[in-house]
Each structure stands twice: as structure tokens, then as C-alpha cells.
Nanobody, 119 residues
């Protein structure tokens, strides 16, 4: 019943910025963590950034200093501000969340949003 909806992907030039958003809805009791993964053609899916319930964050080395993850707990939303984008950032970005529902716990994924960075 939990559903993640992503937005904000698109096409930008190298050096530009995008902001991704993901809204979680459904039978949510508590969100322990929300984050972003990405998958480029020919590559495995990799973790980009995650923010935990206490506010701590983790970033992939490749995006440190360029990407910022944040949460809006009131709206069950996670955002990813992406600056200084590089062509190698081109990928499908997936929202991910660890969520307590009514008596159950599960990991959920969004549908993915395409980010394309031109050189």
C-alpha cells in the first residue's frame, strides 16, 4: 500500500542543477530512512545518498560536495539537490525508503526518474 512518487528529473547541461523529490504515501507509521539510488546503462544500481530518521546523512564519494539530501517529515518527502552535474551523473534515479506500516516493516522503491546531463 505504500507508494513512492518521484519528480524532478530531466535534461540539463553539465554544470547545471536539478532537484529531485519523492513523496511517500499510504499506510505509513514511521519512516526510518529515505534515500536515492541510481542506475546507469551497463552499470549496477548504486547508493547515492540516504538520510536517516535522526537526521544523519550518507553520500556516495562520487557526489559528496555536489548533492544534498533533505527530508520534510511533515510531508513524508525526501529531496535531492544536485549541483555541478556531470555527464557521468546520467542515470535513472530511484527513491528508496524503509517504512514501518501497521505492524509490518518493509523497503519500498519508487518508479524511477531519468536524469540526463549533456556535455
Amino acid at each position: 500500500q505504500v507508494h513512492l512518487v518521484e519528480s524532478g528529473g530531466g535534461l540539463v547541461q553539465a554544470g547545471g542543477s536539478l532537484r529531485l523529490s519523492c513523496v511517500a504515501s499510504g499506510s505509513i507509521f514511521r519512516i526510518n530512512a529515505m534515500g536515492w539510488h541510481r542506475q546507469a546503462p551497463g552499470k549496477q544500481r548504486e547508493l547515492v545518498a540516504v538520510i536517516f530518521s535522526g537526521g544523519s546523512t550518507t553520500y556516495a564519494d562520487s557526489v559528496k560536495g555536489r548533492f544534498t539530501i533533505s527530508r520534510d517529515n511533515a510531508q513524508n518527502t525526501v529531496n535531492l539537490q544536485m549541483n555541478s552535474l556531470k555527464p557521468e551523473d546520467t542515470a535513472v534515479y530511484y527513491c528508496n525508503a524503509d517504512i514501518w506500516e501497521r505492524g509490518t516493516y518493509g523497503n519500498h522503491w519508487g518508479q524511477g526518474t531519468q536524469v540526463t546531463v549533456s556535455s
